[in-house]
């Protein structure tokens, strides 16, 4: 691999435009090099006396190699270590000399970006291993009072030292009253800091009440400290690693770009320029070093009890690793899937299935059931997709969401899922595909009305499973947002809780398709593989209204959430929007229960508003697209797919996408397809708009990182000191 695409591999996304910009310093090279060709067909073409002297001129010049460039470090008043680097090029008469001078200057400016940058985080590293370590004496303190409970005690002891007995007293040695007497004096002042949110710490949020607990010295209190503990100090060792890849890999791109120098400008000033680069701070500080060896020793000691082996397992950082098992069941289950479907529509066919007295009656009955597999299926297929293109465009979509280190999973993995899920379903529908409902031939058989149920039941408990099988960390993490999107809003909004609950909003008739499974089930319905008591039940009638907005509705509390928290006016529109979006829902869902040209014209005009308004919002501001005064024309100034025209497209297409409503009003019906099928289909395209979606929401946020230099999760740490309250009051 060139050392170019080893560069852009290696680089944390969110810091890309932190680094030396090595690419363009290539195109300047480039520009010398062209110069001086030209420079030599030139003097080629010279008389011989010309060359003559031509060459002499270069032996002579040649002599004075050592002075083609001279350094000036300028050191900013207050600041030992903040430094700014100029290179003076000294050749500027040469032939190419202009260009050289250039490279020398923007090589400056990308050196000096680099160093103040990296000098920067070291300094911000420095502090929170300050704060680290004075949370490493608090846990110490606090191991020590929990050990001096004595197994008989209550949950909770006194903080204060005076409560230990008497004669505990006097068989304590100096050292350990003096050791107590420091553990106290360590203790006073902290409250412990709570994270485990709940619907009444959210309360407590509302109302501007503090977060911090009184200490209680319980095994189970240590516990959740030392979890805590623990994964601060592996994500600030990561975040050391990180700092130290970032300068061997901006020192290597100095060098590289150096030798590079040399050979196209026929000069030998490398080992100069390197020395300055070694005696910067970016080379020479051993700060990093440090706060490595100790963040490691600490791992070490108080979480490992002096397992090194076992400490340097925990702190390197975990990859998830693609299996060739992987990839060899994605491939088997696609293959069974597809031939599944093939062997379904050659039994249809040959068969005549659709022209038998019971095929309207399979389609208003099992359809609904089987359908809502389809549409996860198609979901997830996306969202693969929506992976694999992620990590070609190198969006950091693991930090975003938030995953634990080395449990994402891959698109190869997601589709096995999918692919797996497919086959069982196909497989379900060959056992009771028979529309027939003749009572002299019998060939309808109640018990296999049960095994879409029996099916879905599965696939609860599988995702519902404690067991470490299928991708535990996964699932958990799906069922721990799909809780907080359920409890909005008593929970704080993070980018995984919204963005899961708009997923759910293009999964309506999934929605309606399980609200159809308790009405079919529950009624028995499935004994005569009828739906007359769910179309005339009133409850069913109100909850098909109820079912398609509640996504919309959970979207619409996370925004209120949001609107009381961050007191951010662009919530209170969004908040409009799905409101907007409800009503309009609930037109529609009208409209197709109860025809009438009055359900039918308010269908249109609040449908079509909020089409408009969704559409502005998912171009605008999800996509950050159509900005005004940007260098590409109708999109944004930054952009990670290198084609214009599928940004266009994307546009396009979302705007077609969100007009299949029209269906709903417009009543559109085709001889050759069931109305049921129609609703599939569309329920399908919405699914895929969704899956475009993703793709470009998750891009924008990556750059919105980018700009901020976000490129690590800030880890809640577990104790809150007095002094802490004090800054932030």
Same mark, same amino acid.
């Given at each position: 691999?060139? *050392?170019?695409?080893?560069?852009?591999?290696?680089?944390?996304?969110?810091?890309?435009?932190?680094?030396?910009?090595?690419?363009?310093?290539?195109?300047?090279?480039?520009?010398?090099?062209?110069?001086?060709?030209?420079?030599?067909?030139?003097?080629?073409?010279?008389?011989?006396?010309?060359?003559?002297?031509?060459?002499?001129?270069?032996?002579?010049?040649?002599?004075?190699?050592?002075?083609? /460039?001279?350094?000036?470090?300028?050191?900013?008043?207050?600041?030992?270590?903040?430094?700014?680097?100029?290179? @003076?090029?000294?050749?500027?008469?040469?032939?190419?000399?202009?260009? =050289?001078?250039? *490279?020398?200057?923007?090589?400056?400016? #990308?050196?000096?970006?680099?160093?103040?940058?990296?000098?920067?985080?070291?300094?911000?590293?420095?502090?929170?291993?300050?704060?680290?370590?004075?949370?490493?004496?608090?846990?110490?303190?606090?191991?020590?009072?929990?050990?001096?409970?004595? !197994?008989?005690?209550?949950?909770?002891?006194?903080?204060?030292?005076?409560?230990?007995?008497?004669?505990?007293?006097?068989?304590?040695?100096?050292?350990?009253?003096?050791?107590?007497?420091?553990?106290?004096? /360590?203790?006073?002042?902290?409250?412990?800091?709570?994270?485990? &949110?709940?619907?009444?710490?959210?309360?407590? %949020?509302?109302?501007?009440?503090?977060?911090?607990?009184?200490?209680?010295?319980?095994? &189970?209190?240590?516990?959740?400290? #030392?979890?805590?503990?623990?994964? @601060?100090?592996?994500?600030?060792?990561?975040?050391?690693?990180?700092?130290?890849?970032?300068?061997?890999?901006?020192?290597?791109?100095?060098?590289?770009?150096?030798?590079?120098?040399?050979?196209?400008?026929?000069?030998?000033?490398?080992?100069?320029?390197?020395?300055?680069?070694?005696?910067?701070?970016?080379?020479?500080?051993?700060?990093?070093?440090?706060?490595?060896?100790?963040?490691?020793?600490?791992?070490?000691?108080?979480? +490992?009890?002096?397992?090194?082996?076992?400490?340097?397992?925990?702190?390197?950082?975990? #990859?998830?690793?693609?299996?060739?098992?992987?990839?060899?069941?994605?491939?088997?289950?696609?293959? +069974?899937?597809?031939?599944?479907?093939?062997?379904?529509?050659?039994?249809?066919?040959?068969?005549?299935?659709?022209?038998?007295?019971?095929?309207?009656?399979?389609?208003?009955?099992?359809?609904?059931?089987?359908?809502?597999?389809?549409?996860?299926?198609?979901?997830?297929?996306?969202?693969?997709?929506? /992976?694999?293109?992620?990590?070609?465009?190198?969006?950091?979509?693991?930090?975003?969401?938030?995953?634990?280190?080395?449990?994402?999973?891959?698109?190869?993995?997601?589709?096995?899922?999918?692919?797996?899920?497919?086959?069982?379903?196909? +497989?379900?529908?060959?056992?009771?595909?028979?529309?027939?409902?003749?009572?002299?031939?019998?060939?309808?058989?109640?018990?296999?009305?049960?095994?879409?149920?029996?099916?879905?039941?599965?696939?609860?408990?599988?995702?519902?499973?404690?067991?470490?099988?299928?991708?535990?960390?996964?699932?958990?993490?799906?069922?721990?947002?799909?809780?907080?999107?359920?409890?909005?809003?008593?929970?704080?909004? $993070?980018? !995984?809780?919204?963005?899961?609950?708009?997923?759910?909003?293009?999964?309506?008739?999934?929605?309606?398709?399980?609200?159809?499974?308790?009405?079919?089930?529950?009624?028995?319905?499935?004994?005569?593989?009828?739906?007359?008591?769910?179309?005339?039940?009133?409850?069913?009638?109100?909850?098909?209204?109820?079912?398609?907005?509640?996504?919309?509705?959970?979207?619409?509390?996370?925004?209120?959430?949001?609107?009381? =928290?961050?007191?951010?006016?662009?919530?209170?529109?969004?908040?409009?929007?799905?409101?907007?979006?409800?009503?309009?829902?609930?037109?529609?869902?009208?409209? %197709?229960?109860?025809?009438?040209?009055?359900?039918?014209?308010?269908?249109?005009?609040?449908?079509?508003?909020?089409?408009?308004?969704?559409?502005?919002?998912? /171009?605008?501001?999800?996509?950050?697209?159509?900005?005004?005064?940007?260098?590409? +024309?109708?999109?944004?100034?930054?952009?990670?797919?290198?084609?214009?025209?599928?940004?266009?497209?994307?546009?396009?297409?979302?705007?077609?996408?969100?007009?299949?409503?029209?269906?709903?009003?417009?009543?559109?019906?085709?001889?050759?397809?069931?109305?049921?099928?129609?609703?599939?289909?569309?329920?399908?395209?919405?699914?895929?708009?969704?899956?475009?979606?993703?793709?470009?929401?998750?891009? $924008?946020?990556?750059?919105?990182?980018?700009?901020?230099?976000?490129?690590?999760?800030?880890? !809640?740490?577990?104790?809150?000191?007095?002094?802490?309250?004090?800054?932030?009051?």
């Amino acid at each position: 691999m060139r *050392f170019g695409r080893e560069f852009v591999s290696k680089m944390i996304p969110e810091w890309q435009e932190a680094y030396i910009d090595y690419a363009y310093l290539k195109t300047i090279l480039q520009d010398i090099q062209a110069t001086r060709k030209i420079s030599v067909s030139n003097s080629q073409s010279k008389p011989s006396f010309a060359r003559n002297l031509t060459r002499r001129y270069t032996r002579n010049a040649s002599v004075s190699e050592n002075h083609v /460039i001279v350094f000036n470090a300028v050191t900013h008043a207050g600041y030992e270590h903040d430094m700014t680097y100029e290179t @003076a090029f000294l050749k500027t008469g040469e032939p190419g000399g202009d260009s =050289e001078a250039a *490279f020398f200057r923007t090589l400056d400016r #990308e050196f000096n970006k680099v160093n103040s940058f990296y000098r920067l985080k070291v300094e911000k590293a420095r502090n929170q291993s300050l704060a680290l370590s004075k949370q490493m004496d608090a846990l110490v303190a606090f191991r020590h009072r929990v050990k001096e409970k004595k !197994p008989s005690s209550s949950d909770s002891v006194s903080v204060d030292i005076n409560a230990l007995s008497s004669k505990s007293k006097e068989n304590m040695t100096l050292g350990d009253l003096i050791k107590n007497e420091a553990n106290k004096s /360590i203790l006073e002042g902290i409250r412990m800091n709570r994270t485990l &949110e709940t619907p009444l710490s959210a309360i407590k %949020t509302i109302l501007k009440v503090h977060k911090q607990e009184e200490l209680k010295f319980t095994r &189970e209190n240590l516990k959740k400290v #030392e979890e805590r503990l623990q994964r @601060a100090f592996i994500e600030f060792y990561q975040k050391l690693g990180h700092l130290k890849n970032y300068s061997f890999l901006n020192t290597s791109a100095v060098s590289k770009i150096m030798k590079k120098y040399d050979k196209i400008a026929a000069r030998n000033v490398a080992k100069q320029y390197m020395e300055m680069v070694d005696s910067s701070y970016l080379t020479s500080s051993d700060e990093i070093h440090k706060l490595m060896v100790r963040a490691e020793s600490t791992v070490i000691e108080h979480f +490992c009890n002096s397992n090194r082996r076992q400490g340097m397992n925990l702190l390197r950082p975990k #990859e998830n690793k693609e299996l060739h098992r992987t990839t060899f069941s994605t491939g088997f289950f696609f293959g +069974c899937a597809t031939s599944l479907i093939i062997a379904l529509a050659l039994i249809i066919h040959a068969r005549n299935i659709m022209g038998t007295p019971g095929q309207r009656t399979y389609m208003e009955t099992m359809f609904p059931l089987y359908r809502f597999f389809g549409f996860v299926v198609l979901h997830v297929v996306m969202y693969a997709a929506n /992976i694999y293109f992620w990590g070609i465009y190198r969006v950091n979509y693991s930090f975003i969401f938030g995953f634990k280190q080395g449990t994402e999973l891959g698109y190869r993995h997601v589709l096995l899922l999918s692919f797996g899920l497919g086959t069982l379903s196909l +497989c379900a529908v060959f056992l009771n595909l028979d529309m027939e409902m003749d009572s002299q031939t019998k060939d309808y058989r109640i018990v296999t009305e049960l095994i879409p149920l029996f099916l879905l039941a599965l696939v609860v408990a599988i995702t519902l499973c404690p067991f470490n099988i299928l991708y535990r960390s996964s699932r958990f993490f799906f069922l721990t947002v799909l809780f907080r999107c359920i409890a909005a809003p008593f929970y704080t909004v $993070n980018l !995984p809780d919204f963005f899961l609950a708009d997923q759910l909003t293009s999964q309506v008739q999934a929605l309606r398709s399980l609200e159809f499974y308790i009405c079919y089930y529950g009624f028995r319905d499935f004994r005569q593989r009828q739906r007359n008591t769910c179309r005339s039940n009133d409850v069913f009638t109100t909850f098909y209204f109820i079912v398609a907005v509640i996504p919309y509705w959970l979207r619409f509390l996370q925004c209120i959430r949001r609107i009381i =928290e961050e007191n951010d006016l662009s919530h209170v529109y969004n908040a409009a929007k799905y409101l907007l979006t409800i009503v309009a829902a609930c037109l529609r869902t009208a409209y %197709t229960l109860n025809r009438g040209t009055t359900w039918n014209i308010t269908a249109w005009v609040f449908s079509g508003v909020a089409t408009l308004y969704a559409t502005y919002w998912d /171009i605008v501001i999800d996509w950050g697209l159509l900005q005004r005064g940007c260098k590409n +024309c109708f999109l944004r100034d930054k952009l990670l797919v290198p084609h214009k025209t599928v940004y266009y497209a994307a546009m396009v297409l979302n705007v077609l996408l969100r007009l299949v409503w029209l269906q709903t009003v417009l009543d559109l019906k085709f001889s050759f397809l069931h109305r049921e099928t129609l609703v599939a289909l569309l329920a399908c395209l919405e699914i895929i708009r969704r899956g475009i979606w993703n793709f470009f929401r998750l891009e $924008n946020e990556h750059l919105n990182n980018v700009g901020k230099f976000r490129a690590f999760k800030s880890v !809640p740490l577990p104790f809150n000191y007095q002094e802490d309250r004090d800054q932030d009051n």
